[in-house]
């Protein structure tokens, strides 16, 4: 099991930029899936972007081209940087992992996470 602690989240106008962070405890982070979600108000939550253990990177399509995923295996860190953010973008956001192994065996990047953070706020003014 890993522990997950979101940061970065705050209040920006629209066409700002924001960076999450997401430290995670543990000394086998490099063998884990990462990944951003997403809940706003009245919604269920949703897959915003995942890095896997061979960082390779998947996106949502409302965020492809705005945000990116990164990770820093020897700072156990995951990172999102989320640019030109719209109104649409506002909504608690949790950072996810999953042991290597569950894609190993058929799940796709973006399901089947099973340790979560706290989430952190991100609040788009328009």
């Known amino acids: 099991q890993v522990q997950l602690e979101e940061s970065g989240g705050g209040l920006v106008q629209a066409g700002g930029s924001l960076r999450l962070s997401c430290a995670a405890s543990?000394?086998?982070?490099?063998?884990?899936?990462m990944g951003w979600f997403r809940q706003a108000p009245g919604k269920e939550r949703e897959f915003v972007a995942a890095?896997?253990?061979?960082?390779?990177?998947l996106y949502a399509a409302s965020v492809k081209g705005r945000f990116s995923i990164s990770r820093d295996n020897a700072k156990n860190t995951v990172y999102l940087q989320m640019n030109w953010l719209k109104p649409e973008d506002t909504a608690v956001y949790y950072c996810?992992?999953?042991?290597?192994?569950?894609?190993?065996?058929?799940?796709?990047?973006?399901?089947?996470?099973?340790?979560w953070g706290q989430g952190t706020q991100v609040t788009v003014s328009s």
């Open positions: 890095v896997s253990w061979t960082s390779f990177t």
């Open positions: 996810a992992a999953r042991h290597k192994y569950r894609g190993l065996r058929g799940s796709p990047l973006y399901g089947d996470y099973n340790d």
């Open positions: 543990g000394r086998t982070f490099s063998s884990y899936d």
